[in-house]
């Protein structure tokens, strides 16, 4: 499979800032990528020079072949984008946009089925000035289509959506990916990334601290998996003891990293030989959000992982 | 440029007009408003005196004492113009004034000799209650100073007139006020409603994104400014057509349709939506554009002759109302609609057209749909 998307050594500065400050990634065709960062981590400026929308101060970028800042007129009739903020002119309605959206592509859209596929039936003919946020971005979404995009960009399309929009937008992306399109998505709500991407990669102050699919993710940054029991301090105190391994304390919870699955049976057998209380055992695993938090935290104390993974060498 | 973008870019603008009633509103209505009430308010005023223009090439006392005499019968008050201004009768027509007088030179010599002597009364004869008060006052002038000078210094002779008037009518048309009003306001929704509108969708289109949206889709910079251009020239078409029907019907405008306003509504037009859009892309913030836009459109408003001729302006406010863009539309409106004067609204135009390729092509270059 090709690449869709393929940014090399990609620099943006604003006079001292660099905000996105080399990096590197590949969007294989017909999968959804997702762009994950805190604010001002420098994913629209991303965007934007993928989409031709802003000139890059050094590095490449190829989108389907085209560099997006002087192809950009053949560029865009393959790309769908729809930006942070999604505005169009007040006094227009849903269907109209659409209609004239074919008229600036040469196409014939269907207003009602493309309103169908992003959930706006009902406000097809209000004016824009009168749509909730949410479903201003579903316009956007459904304009983005009109001209049947190969390449669909989102930038923080859910960001402020109450929870039927924005899974409304899930269903739209899931729906572009059946019909073979590649999409490229920026969030910053982890669990939207683990949802629907096949690939992430997680940017911070315009570094890429993080890439691969989301379990890869987990098990490269994650900690080990961890086993939880509840029971009364005195337990710990005796597991610690009795196998001579560092168990965490807090709130009435024992917490014993796991090295492999079997230790998890010795601690437990040890736990009832003690003759101590009690119950409720789990294990568990880092979320996304864990790894996020942690290696976004890391990179605010200017701590970089030294196993980050680097150009090209996606899976 | 193609049509069929043009057009579904057209569409949008014409529903995103339509659908707000403050544009609609001073885009048609509000010339409408301002022809009937400037119409009611200079037609109402039926002046009491007669403003006399005399031309005196005598320049004698007597001829001097003439004119004062005129003055005192508080029927008519006598402004002197110089020979400078040409023919009377043309330039009593173009400034749509009714009665003018012409003293020839030997007036004064003649006079004393006893010899006879005619001066020239013009006239409007559409204006006849101005026309009777002229003729009234400068019969009774001319008996006094005829029976001071036959009888008065020889008390024996017989009284024979010494001065005549001959009676003329106004050569070309006497242009009212309204005459002028027509074109002017014509002129007016061609400044007003492209460039009001145009500098604040710039401003604030830039600041919303829009064009970086419309950057995305194929429709090019110079078939946006393209759809507007033809929607504020056919809204320009329409103001020019409620001004001409209200102009003539109700206030009697002597004004005849040339084919040659067209060019001007189109021209117009042109040069404005440019401009507009022009001091538009000079801030990104609205409110500073709205006020360089009001900077360039208010001078225009009141002095390149909208609502009163620029003839009727001082010398000073003339140089000034010359530089203005807006004069050159209106004035060519002026030729054409009214005078006649093709050799003058031709040259008009080209001021207009010139100026508004190089408008446009400056709106053009500094206008980007996207940033560095
Ligand atoms: N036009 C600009 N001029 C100067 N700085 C900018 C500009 N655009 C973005 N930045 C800065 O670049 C960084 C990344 O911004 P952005 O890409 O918008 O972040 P994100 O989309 O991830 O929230 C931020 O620090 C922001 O302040
Ligand atoms: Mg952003």
Redesign the interface.
């Known amino acids: 499979m090709s690449n869709a998307i393929e940014v090399r050594a990609l620099v943006k500065r604003y006079d001292a800032l660099a905000a996105v400050d080399h990096i590197d990634f590949d969007v294989p065709e017909g999968s959804v990528f997702a762009f994950l960062g805190p604010n001002g981590a420098g994913k629209t400026t991303t965007t934007e020079m993928l989409?031709?929308?802003?000139?890059r101060t050094s590095g490449d970028i190829r989108v389907l072949g085209l560099d997006p800042w002087t192809d950009?007129?053949e560029l865009?009739?393959q790309?769908g984008?729809i930006?942070q903020?999604?505005?169009?002119?007040?006094?227009?309605t849903p269907k109209?946009a659409i209609?004239?959206?074919?008229?600036?592509?040469?196409k014939q859209p269907d207003p009602a089925a493309l309103l169908d596929q992003v959930q706006l039936t009902d406000k097809a003919n209000s004016?824009f000035d009168t749509l909730s946020g949410g479903q201003k971005q579903k316009l956007g979404l459904a304009l983005s289509l009109v001209d049947e995009p190969r390449v669909c960009f989102l930038d923080e399309p859910t960001t402020g959506l109450d929870p039927h929009a924005r899974r409304a937008i899930w269903k739209v992306v899931r729906d572009l990916k059946r019909d073979g399109r590649t999409v490229f998505l920026t969030t910053h709500y982890l669990e939207e990334a683990e949802l629907l991407a096949d690939q992430v990669a997680i940017i911070n102050r315009g570094r890429i601290v993080a890439r691969g699919t989301p379990r890869e993710i987990i098990e490269t940054y994650g900690g080990p998996e961890r086993l939880r029991v509840q029971g009364p301090p005195e337990l710990a105190e005796y597991v610690r003891q009795k196998l001579g391994i560092a168990v965490r304390y807090e709130s009435g919870r024992l917490e014993i990293a796991l090295r492999e699955k079997g230790d998890a049976l010795r601690i437990l057998s040890v736990i009832d030989a003690s003759g101590l209380p009690w119950n409720g055992f789990a294990t568990e695993r880092d979320t996304l959000e864990d790894v996020f938090v942690h290696l976004v935290g890391q990179m605010d104390e200017g701590v970089l992982k030294s196993a980050a993974p680097t150009a090209g060498g996606a899976p | 440029m193609n049509p069929?973008?043009i057009?579904?870019?057209l569409?949008?603008v014409a529903?995103?007009y339509v659908?707000?009633p403050i544009a609609l509103f001073f885009s048609l209505i509000f010339p409408v408003i301002l022809i009937m009430l400037f119409g009611l308010i200079f037609a109402s005023t039926g002046a009491t005196t007669v403003t006399l223009y005399a031309q005196d090439f005598d320049h004698s006392p007597t001829s001097v004492a003439f004119l004062q005499a005129l003055n005192k019968t508080h029927l008519v008050q006598v402004q002197v113009v110089g020979a400078s201004v040409g023919n009377l009768s043309t330039y009593l027509g173009q400034n749509g004034d009714s009665a003018g007088l012409v003293i020839p030179q030997g007036f004064g010599q003649n006079f004393t000799a006893h010899r006879p002597v005619k001066v020239i009364l013009y006239t409007n004869p559409q204006d006849a209650s101005s026309a009777g008060t002229a003729t009234g006052a400068l019969q009774s002038v001319i008996s006094a100073f005829n029976l001071q000078a036959a009888c008065g210094g020889n008390s024996s002779g017989n009284c024979t007139p010494v001065i005549g008037a001959s009676s003329l009518n106004v050569g070309s048309q006497v242009y009212t006020y309204i005459d002028y009003l027509v074109p002017g306001l014509i002129g007016f929704s061609i400044l007003t409603s492209p460039m009001f509108s145009m500098v604040d969708v710039t401003a604030s289109y830039r600041k919303?994104?829009?064009f970086?949206?419309l950057?995305?889709?194929?429709?090019t910079r110079g078939e946006w400014l393209a759809s507007r251009f033809i929607w504020y020239t056919m809204l320009t078409f329409a103001s020019a057509a409620l001004m001409l029907a209200i102009g003539s019907a109700i206030f009697g405008a002597h004004v005849t349709f040339s084919i040659w306003l067209v060019p001007f509504l189109i021209g117009g037009p042109l040069f404005f939506v440019s401009l507009g859009m022009l001091a538009g892309t000079v801030s990104k913030i609205p409110e500073t554009a709205a006020v360089i836009g009001n900077v360039i459109t208010f001078p225009m408003m009141f002095l390149a002759g909208t609502f009163f001729p620029v003839s009727s302006f001082s010398p000073g406010l003339q140089l000034v109302a010359k530089v203005l863009p807006l004069y050159y539309v209106i004035d060519g409106m002026n030729q054409v609609l009214l005078f006649n004067n093709l050799s003058r609204a031709i040259g008009d135009l080209a001021v207009v057209l010139i100026g508004a390729v190089i408008v446009f092509a400056l709106a053009i270059y500094f206008f980007k749909w996207?940033?560095?």
Do not use: A, C, M
Not at chain 1, 85 to 92: A, N, P, V
């Open positions: 989409e031709g929308l802003r000139r950009g007129q865009h009739h790309i984008v930006p903020e999604f505005r169009f002119f007040e006094k227009i109209e209609v004239y959206y074919g008229r600036l592509f040469g004016r | 069929r973008r057009g579904g870019d569409s949008i529903h995103g659908r707000n919303d994104g829009l970086r949206q950057s995305l889709t194929p429709l996207r940033d560095e």
